[in-house]
T-cell receptor
Framework: AQSVTQPDIHITVSEGASLELRCNYS??????LFWYVQSPGQGLQLLLK??????LVQGIKGFEAEFKRSQSSFNLRKPSVHWSDAAEYFC?????????FGAGTRLTVKP | ETGVTQSPTHLIKTRGQQVTLRCSSQ?????VSWYQQALGQGPQFIFQ???????GRGNFPPRFSGLQFPNYSSELNVNALELDDSALYLC?????????????FGEGSRLTVL
């Protein structure tokens, strides 16, 4: 069965510092992988997705993620964090509709 | 382009009652998925509707049911409410059954069961 693990419940970084959010997945076939962001009181917004091809994918707001099949990982990165990036980040795996989400990583940005 | 809208935004019910949540899909979308997000958790897939028919269901009991209408809007009904049903209920719309489609989420309906 497909599943997602986000090992870090909460991460704090300083504004301008780099960021990496971890995601490990379990999936029986070629995975469809996603990262979503959720700001307080809002729905989820897609940051980026991976289906096939280049293992480094670029997303919105300066985010990127790298698919590593050997490690079953799909980590999210950003070279320089902005205060507006403070939010909850969710990694997801699977097909349209039947997506399995991780428990999320809450990002706090220090001034 | 109109985004996904959900109503009501907040509601309070008591145990045993029934609730109906509504979702208007984004213009041009014919697929609606419903998710339950408990506090501090990721969204859990409830079910999906494609062209008015259920097209997949997660691990939720039958008292969670849904409908999709000809205009592709949707309802989520929950009968015999339990305390654990307290959560944010998210609706997401998309086009087609393609596995490569993006889900567009509404802001959710927050249900509190007392």
């Amino acid at each position: 069965a497909q599943s997602v693990t986000q090992p870090d419940i909460h991460i704090t970084v300083s504004e301008g510092a780099s960021l990496e959010l971890r995601c490990n997945y379990s999936y029986g076939a070629t995975p469809y992988l996603f990262w979503y962001v959720q700001s307080p009181g809002q729905g989820l917004q897609l940051l980026l997705k991976y289906f096939s091809g280049d293992t480094l994918v670029q997303g919105i707001k300066g985010f990127e993620a790298e698919f590593k099949r050997s490690q079953s990982s799909f980590n999210l990165r950003k070279p320089s964090v902005h205060w507006s990036d403070a939010a909850e980040y969710f990694c997801a795996v699977g097909a349209l509709g039947d997506m399995r989400f991780g428990a999320g990583t809450r990002l706090t940005v220090k001034p | 382009e109109t985004g996904v809208t959900q109503s009501p935004t907040h509601l309070i019910k008591t145990r045993g009652q029934q609730v109906t949540l509504r979702c208007s899909s984004q213009s041009g979308h014919n697929t609606v998925s419903w998710y339950q997000q408990a506090l501090g958790q990721g969204p859990q897939f409830i079910f999906q509707y494609y062209r008015e028919e259920e097209n997949g269901r997660g691990n939720f009991p039958p008292r969670f049911s849904g409908l999709q209408f000809p205009n592709y809007s949707s309802e989520l009904n929950v009968n015999a409410l339990e305390l654990d049903d307290s959560a944010l209920y998210l609706c997401a719309s998309s086009y087609g059954r393609s596995n490569t489609g993006e889900l567009f989420f509404g802001e959710g309906s927050r249900l509190t069961v007392l």
